[in-house]
Each structure stands twice: as structure tokens, then as C-alpha cells.
């Protein structure tokens, strides 16, 4: 199913040019911006150097460093009363990043949340319970304009209370949820834990962080759904750059409204489809706030063209940050590769947490687990072999000796939105 026929099938030719008509469109925007003008200056490139897709690479890169300095309003390239909405992303430290859109821009972007969704089948005849955060996060207005542009009934439900979300759920007949995937996997505790009906569920949206295809597996068979994975990033309007179709083997990018590149992250160099790098994103779509080969810290690759469901080339799930990737004695370990090898241990839960120590000049993992009661007989030794196997499984699949400390299961924290299960203590220690 299609929401924009024409443009999502377009053919590569006709995207070419659409894309370099957009390029040299978001070049000019960006002189409005004091900064772009002097980057672009510095670099000695002016509007009529970008002939071609590929004379993009003669622009140096944005980085988040610069949004950052340039707040509040810094990088928006139309007058203030031009923009009719902002919001924010909550940097760890310092300032946040703003991000500014005009009413086209938000046209444009729930345009693209609408194609997402109808790609997937989703139609006006379906009930739509969002539970993300309403406030300064683009999950929650973003998936709710394109929804109601759909036409589908939507139901505003944010995060919190999650017993009232799934009472809702029953009493609303809701088919479709969109939610962090930590935050599905804690709804599909309480729902067991209250005997709860989720009959009317198909469709689960999940995005906003990394998540493992085991956890997929997890989540459509506690929660009875399809699972979708979503991308997207507040720079780029929000969620709704990419997105998985029926296949769910990568996600479709929107290539009329995002030129890509990926890049090896400490040399800068162009990579080729099939390897492993950051992706770099110009948007073509955007007016308050355009872009320029803007990096965002994702870990993807370019997936081979040809896709069964017609549409252009598709990005590989994220596997990471290239600044959340944690160097484990020199070992690098994404936090969703321990998800995936604790996921598939039956005795154990699907809750965690990763705490790295510098012990002696080494560093030392430490992974907090919760117990499975239905596949622990009680006992001390039982206990102590669960231990061992789960410290054996990380080790076979990380390369890396950790500490497992099993925990009883409801102890550790549970997220409504992105989960924060690393906590990195090396730079506490002295
Ligand atoms: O997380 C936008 C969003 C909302 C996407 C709802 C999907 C669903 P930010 O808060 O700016 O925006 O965070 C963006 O989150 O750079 C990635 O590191 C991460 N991220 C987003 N989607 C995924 C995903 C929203 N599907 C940052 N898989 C991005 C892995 C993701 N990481």
C-alpha cells in the first residue's frame, strides 16, 4: 500500500534530479544561516558549485557540537514568526539542540509519518493508542499528525500508567501502538501480570533507540503484533526518516526528502553499500531549519537496491551510536548486543543493566539480570548454573569475560521512553 505512489516508486533518474533540484534549493536556504555562510565561505563553495549529487561531498560536515553552539535559534534560516513550532532533544550535558519548523514543515513531515504507516498497511479504519512523550520529543506530535492525517482514530494516551494504557487498549479496540520498545516490553509484563485481553492488537511501532531482532521476536509473540521499526532524529523534523515495510529486512529511506551517505566515523571517508558506518544525512525537505551533511552518530550501512515492495534502497537497523559503542578492553560491544544473547536465555528476564568499572587500570562489565521464576527451580545451585551459562553466552558472543549478577525479577528500572541501561563509571574513578 501506498500513501505517495509517484514519489515512493520513483524511478533512479527522476530521483536523481529531484534530489540535486532539492540540493542546490537547501544550499541557497542555508545562506540565510550566518553560520552555513561562513562554513560554506571557509570551504570556498559557492551555490553554482553543486552540479552534480556527488559535489556534495566538497561541503564539510554539521555536527551536533555546532547545533549545540548555536543556541537557541542560530541555525533557523526564516524569521522567528515564520516558525510556528520547536522542539528540543535532551542532550546528556549542556544545552539542548532546538529545532525550528514553519507550518510546510510540518506539513512535510506528516506527510512522510503517513506514508510510514500506510506502507505498512495501516489505514483510516485503524485505532492508534501513542504512548511517547507529548512534550518536547517529536514521537508523540509527530506520529499524531501523520496518523490524523491518515485518518486513523487516535488516541493521545502518552507514557505513563501503564495499566490505564492497556485497560485502554481493551476498551478501545486499539490495532496499532507506537512506543519506545523498552517501553512495549514493560507493557507486555503488566499485561501478564493482569491477566490483561490484547486481542485487537496488530501493529506495533517501535522506535526511538536500538532494539534487537530477538527482541522483535519477543514483542510480537507477548504482545500479539507486527513489529515496525521506526527512525528518525529531532534534526531531521523527528521520526520518520526511515522505516521498515512488510519485508522488515532494513528500512526504506526517503530519499526525495533525505540525501544519505555513510562514512567511517574517524577518517570521514565515503564507505560503499554493504559496509558499516555512520550515516550522514543532508534533508531536502526542510525550511526553518536545513541541514547540511549532517552526522548523526548512527551506526548503518546502504542495503543492496531492489526491494520487492518497489521502493528505492533501504538502510540496514541501527546497531548503535558510533558515541554509545562502548570500548570494553578494547573490545567494542554495543549495549544491543548483550540484549540479544540475554533475550535468548529463557531463564533469565528481559530487563538489564550494563555497569562499566575501571578496576586496577582494567575495565570490568557488569551485567545485571533479572531472574525467570517460571524456569528457576529455587534453588542455590540452580542459581549458580544460570550464572554460568549466561556468563558463558555473553563471553561466546562478545569475546569478553563479564560479571553477571542475577537480580529478582520487578527489581530493576523499567523506561517509558528511551531506556538508559549502560551507566559507564570509568570516568568516576581516579
Ligand atoms: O528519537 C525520533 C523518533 C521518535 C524516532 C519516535 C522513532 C520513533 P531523538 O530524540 O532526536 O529523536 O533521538 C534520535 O535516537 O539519532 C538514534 O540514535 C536513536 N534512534 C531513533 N530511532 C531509532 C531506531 C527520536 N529505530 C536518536 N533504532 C537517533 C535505533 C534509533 N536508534
Same mark, same amino acid.
Given at each position: ?36 555562510? &561562513? ?8 551555490? !553554482? $558549485? ?42 546528556? #550535558? ?24 500506510? =506502507?505498512?498497511?495501516?489505514?483510516? *479504519? $485503524? ?22 492525517? %491518515? ?28 512506543? #519506545? ?27 526511538? !533507540?536500538?532494539?534487537?531482532? #530477538? ?40 530519499? *526525495? ?9 574517524? #577518517? ?32 548503518? =550501512? ?5 526491494? %520487492? ?13 558510533? *558515541?554509545?559503542?562502548? /570500548? ?27 555497569? /562499566?568499572?575501571? /578496576?586496577?587500570?582494567?575495565?570490568? =562489565?557488569?551485567?545485571?539480570? !533479572? ?15 544460570? &550464572?554460568?551459562? /549466561? ?31 549502560? %551507566? ?7
Amino acid at each position: 500500500m501506498f500513501w505517495d505512489k509517484k514519489i515512493e516508486t520513483l524511478k533512479r533518474d527522476e530521483l536523481k534530479s529531484l534530489q540535486l533540484k532539492r540540493l542546490k534549493k537547501t544550499v541557497r536556504q542555508t545562506l540565510n544561516v550566518d553560520f552555513y555562510r &561562513q562554513h560554506l565561505s571557509n570551504a570556498r563553495i559557492r551555490v !553554482e $558549485d553543486i552540479r552534480t549529487l556527488d559535489d556534495i561531498e566538497k561541503i564539510p560536515f554539521t555536527k551536533k557540537q555546532d547545533l549545540r553552539d548555536g543556541y537557541p535559534f542560530g541555525f533557523l534560516a526564516v524569521p522567528l514568526n515564520n516558525v510556528v513550532r520547536i522542539h528540543t532533544t535532551s542532550g546528556t #550535558t549542556g544545552k539542548p539542540t532546538v529545532v525550528g519548523y514553519t507550518r510546510k514543515d510540518l506539513d512535510t513531515w506528516a506527510d512522510l509519518i503517513a506514508r510510514n504507516m500506510t =506502507m505498512v498497511g495501516i489505514t483510516e *479504519d $485503524d485505532v492508534f493508542q501513542n504512548m511517547v512523550n507529548y512534550g518536547m520529543f517529536t514521537g508523540g506530535l509527530g506520529f499524531h499528525y501523520g496518523a490524523e492525517k %491518515i485518518g486513523m482514530t487516535v488516541i493521545p494516551s502518552a507514557t505513563g500508567n501503564t495499566k490505564r494504557q492497556i485497560e485502554m487498549i481493551a476498551d478501545f479496540g486499539v490495532t496499532t501502538i507506537h512506543c #519506545t520498545p523498552s517501553y512495549a516490553m514493560h507493557l507486555s509484563e503488566v499485561a501478564e501480570e493482569m491477566h490483561a485481553s490484547l486481542d485487537s492488537l496488530r501493529t506495533g511501532i517501535f522506535g526511538a !533507540e536500538p532494539w534487537s531482532e #530477538t527482541m522483535r521476536h519477543s514483542l510480537e509473540e507477548r504482545l500479539g503484533v507486527t513489529a515496525f521499526d521506526s527512525y528518525g532524529l529531532s534534526e531531521l523534523f523527528g521520526p520518520g526518516v526511515a522505516f521498515e515495510c512488510p519485508e522488515r529486512n532494513g528500512l526504506h529511506i526517503w530519499h *526525495d526528502a533525505y540525501l544519505i551517505e555513510i562514512i567511517n566515523p574517524q #577518517t570521514g571517508e565515503q564507505l560503499s553499500d554493504g559496509e558499516r558506518g555512520e550515516l550522514v544525512v543532508t534533508p531536502l525537505m526542510k525550511e526553518a531549519m536545513p541541514l547540511l551533511r549532517y552526522r548523526t552518530g548512527d551506526i548503518t =550501512m546502504k542495503m543492496e537496491d531492489g526491494c %520487492i515492495c518497489t521502493r528505492g534502497q533501504k538502510i540496514a537497523r541501527i546497531t548503535g551510536r558510533s *558515541d554509545d559503542m562502548l /570500548v570494553i578492553r578494547g573490545i567494542n560491544v554495543f549495549p544491543s548486543q548483550i540484549e540479544h544473547v540475554l533475550l535468548k536465555i529463557p531463564e533469565v528476564g528481559n530487563q538489564f543493566m550494563v555497569y /562499566v568499572d575501571r /578496576v586496577n587500570h582494567l575495565d570490568e =562489565m557488569i551485567v545485571d539480570v !533479572e531472574i525467570n521464576r517460571d524456569n528457576f527451580s529455587g534453588e542455590l545451585a540452580d542459581l549458580a548454573r544460570i &550464572q554460568k551459562k /549466561v556468563v558463558k553466552e555473553l563471553r561466546d558472543a562478545l569475546e569478553l569475560r563479564t560479571t553477571v549478577k542475577l537480580v529478582e525479577p520487578g527489581s530493576l528500572p523499567r523506561f517509558e521512553g528511551k531506556a538508559k541501561r549502560v %551507566i559507564d563509571r570509568r570516568g568516576d574513578t581516579i
